[in-house]
């Protein structure tokens, strides 16, 4: 295979606990730790892995949102990407103009795998993937535990609600990429001074000529309805009274 | 006036119970009609349970071998056929509706709405992100359909009784020869079903390892519980990974939900927010579960559980 795209998102980090701002105008994200989604670096490592065992020959990372992306896109760079792609907007656009933005990119590298986390743990959609696909024509093995190539081919296992389904697909084709699927390497300094040389080209996304969705508009945010203070007991005989009285059991 | 279609999930044989809860969530859409849509290699006795969902108009049939298993790639394009003139068309934030969904938005060049929790209006819906830590409303376009998942935990199902007619369309669409289905691997197991079961009972890392969970196991059979677990415990490799509870996992509300060993990371609790009553069973007693917590015991698990086990048996 020739090219791997791969989605890198910038989003708030996996440990920060997120606040609703008090006014309800948004989440507070000033001062707050940005990360790549963690999904997307299990991505990368799969694109990465897959590479090194000599069945593709180069992994594009592709961030599409601010400019300071430009770090998540360096520190896959650093994890061992060959090349990345920034493509530029204002804020993150609507998930449909992202999907397009990749089929654009798909084109223009003559991509045959991409490889997506399966869901960004800000907005929680889970739906990139599954667009692209859509829009590119091409099958989709959503929520990927295990990942073997065969040729122009693939087959993908994946984590569903009753179990694990497996699936053949013919490639090209887009992957999104489930929790066990493997375990991101570390980056090593030496490869972030390594990374600082590797291309990051820069496109403006109006450049793309793509045509944004129809928008959802987001109105308002407010923190979640808490859970009422509960009681504590001292025994198993307490806990057991306890759930009896609510007629649990 | 809304007209609005449900996309079942089925396995064949039996409708599963998100679909009652994506009617339930349609039922506070402002609707003119409610329509099931039930794809699949041979339809009958899924479409007959379709049609005694509550509220139900008609339910839509499309046989076609292909269409068994459910493939995304393949519903997707005859879902897009069947939803001409729909004003709304839902599915369930499962696995199977997370995976359908967006496919059939983009087909449709619209955006997709996730995880409805709540309707505020026939376009205006509310929804958790940042692993429920917000909520946040939408508004979707009105001069484009609304394509949407319906956070099933949400919802309580609509009840049976109903006697909807039922009608068989074909589309003319290609399908896709591209994706294959192999097989499923279920881990064989007679508990109830972590979505359904009315209680559940989860281990965490605590656990400590594969051969301890048997307490969590034999708990969960005594009160007739599914058994869950945290993301810690499926990393661990002592429990499969269709038992992970939360953000990443499954969405779950049980009216019992006995959490032990689990710490209680954001990224669980979102999982059971929606649980009637939570106990938790945890030797820290400053461990984040016992804020939501509605029964909190602190101690060794080791000990607690079995002595639960015999109370309850």
Known sequence: MNKILVGLKRAVDYNVRVQVKSDGSGVETDGVKMSINPFDEIALEEALRIRERGEASEVVVVSIGPSESQQQLRTGLAMGADRAILVESEGVPDILSIARVFKELVDRESAELVILGKQAIDDDNSQTGQMLAAIWGRPQATFASEVVLDGDKARVTREVDSGLEILDIDLPAVITVDLRLNEPRYVKLPDIMKAKKKPLETIAIGDLGVEPGPQLVETAFEPPAGRQKGIMVDDVAGLVAAIKDKGLV | ?313
Do not use: W
Request: glycine fraction near 10%.
């Open chain 2, 1 to 313: 006036m809304a007209k609005i279609l449900v996309i079942a999930e089925h396995n064949g044989e039996t409708l599963n119970p998100s679909t009652a809860k994506c009617v339930a969530c349609a039922t506070q859409i402002d609707a003119a009609e409610i329509d099931v849509a039930v794809l699949g290699a041979d339809t009958g006795t899924v479409a007959a349970q379709a049609a005694e969902l509550s509220s139900v108009v008609r339910v839509v049939t499309i046989d076609d071998e292909g269409n068994d298993p459910a493939i995304a790639a393949i519903l997707a394009p005859q879902i897009v056929a069947l939803a001409d003139g729909y004003s709304h068309v839902l599915g369930p934030s499962t696995a199977f509706g997370k995976d359908l969904m967006p496919r059939v938005a983009a087909l449709m060049g619209v955006n997709q709405i996730s995880d409805i929790m709540s309707v505020e209006g026939s376009h205006q819906f509310k929804r958790p992100i940042y692993a429920g830590n917000a909520i946040v409303t939408v508004e979707a376009p009105t001069d484009h359909p609304v394509v949407a998942t319906v956070r099933t935990a949400s919802y309580q199902a609509v009840g049976g009784g109903n006697a909807a007619a039922i009608e068989s369309a074909s589309v003319d669409v290609e399908l896709p020869s591209h994706t294959r289905f192999v097989e499923l691997q279920t881990g064989a197991s007679d508990r109830p079903d972590l979505q359904t079961a009315a209680r559940v009972v989860s281990g965490g890392r605590a656990l400590a390892s594969e051969e301890n969970f048997e307490i969590i196991y034999k708990l969960a059979d005594t009160i007739g519980a599914g058994v869950g677990s945290s993301r810690a415990a499926v990393d661990a490799g002592y429990v499969p990974p269709e038992t992970q509870v939360g953000q990443t996992g499954q969405i779950i509300a049980p009216d019992l939900y006995i959490a032990i060993g689990i710490s209680g990371a954001i990224q669980h609790v979102t999982g059971i927010k929606d649980a009637g009553t939570i106990v938790a069973i945890n030797k820290d007693e400053e461990a984040p579960i016992f804020e939501i917590a509605d029964i909190g015991l602190v101690g060794d698990l080791f000990a607690i559980v079995p002595e639960l086990t015999e109370a309850l048996g």
